[in-house]
T-cell receptor
Framework: DSGVTQTPKHLITATGQRVTLRCSPRSGDLSVYWYQQSLDQGLQFLIQ???????AKGNILERFSAQQFPDLHSELNLSSLELGDSALYFC?????????????????FGPGTRLTVL | AQKITQTQPGMFVQEKEAVTLDCTYD???????LFWYKQPSSGEMIFLIYQGSYDQQNATEGRYSLNFQKARKSANLVISASQLGDSAMYFCAARIQGAQKLVFGQGTRLTINP
């Protein structure tokens, strides 16, 4: 158990709908990362938040948005869903934002949310 | 841009044998970190081992060790005395200093046969 929790575990919805994925980081971790894992794209970084602020953006679609709340949990919002959005969405957390020693900033992953768009 | 290459889509190994999973990386940044994660069929991503680009010694964590060859830009994972529970997907990932994201390879599916 990594200490990162994600809800729900599974989500089945229809095209055009909107869903919210939730993540609680490990106790004490200030950084939250979102990744998407799909068969064709592999594991892709979406976005990172540190202590409530957006820090880095990756291959995140404009239909997707995220935020990190004062209690440090994060939500990933996916709207106008398409069939191609079906994937496993991971949240990861780490202790800090910038780092001097690489090894002290390992990202620990949650169990993921499997999204199926029908 | 960083790129991680895992050339073995699948590997089959007998239980109790050692196995090496290959990973090569491409970055021009002198400071970076290399990570290996395990993804069992249940789907979660489990952190296994880390190697920093300036580390003088190869990293070890229990049955896992990392064969780090900096000049060749390779960071192969070695699992000693393999067990049935080692059957999973294994991902190599890299992160350059100052960047936030992990860049992952395509993964290697390891199957341990009894």
């Amino acid at each position: 158990d990594s200490g990162v929790t994600q809800t729900p575990k599974h989500l089945i919805t229809a095209t055009g709908q909107r869903v919210t994925l939730r993540c609680s980081p490990r106790s004490g971790d200030l950084s939250v990362y979102w990744y998407q894992q799909s068969l064709d794209q592999g594991l892709q970084f979406l976005i990172q938040y540190y202590n409530g602020e957006e820090r880095a953006k990756g291959n995140i679609l404009e239909r997707f948005s995220a935020q990190q709340f004062p209690d440090l949990h994060s939500e990933l919002n996916l709207s106008s869903l398409e069939l191609g959005d079906s994937a496993l969405y991971f949240c990861a957390s780490s202790a800090r934002d910038h780092y001097r020693k690489m090894g002290t900033d390992t990202q620990y992953f949650g169990p993921g949310t499997r999204l199926t768009v029908l | 841009a960083q790129k991680i290459t895992q050339t073995q889509p699948g590997m089959f190994v007998q239980e109790k044998e050692a196995v090496t999973l290959d990973c090569t990386y491409d970055t021009s940044d002198p400071s970076y970190g290399l990570f290996w994660y395990k993804q069992p069929s249940s789907g979660e991503m489990i952190f296994l081992i880390y190697q920093g680009s300036y580390d003088q010694q190869n990293a070890t964590e229990g049955r896992y060790s990392l064969n780090f060859q900096k000049a060749r830009k390779s960071a192969n994972l070695v699992i000693s005395a393999s067990q049935l529970g080692d059957s999973a997907m294994y991902f190599c990932a890299a992160r350059i200093q100052g960047a936030q994201k992990l860049v992952f390879g395509q993964g290697t599916r390891l199957t341990i046969n009894p």
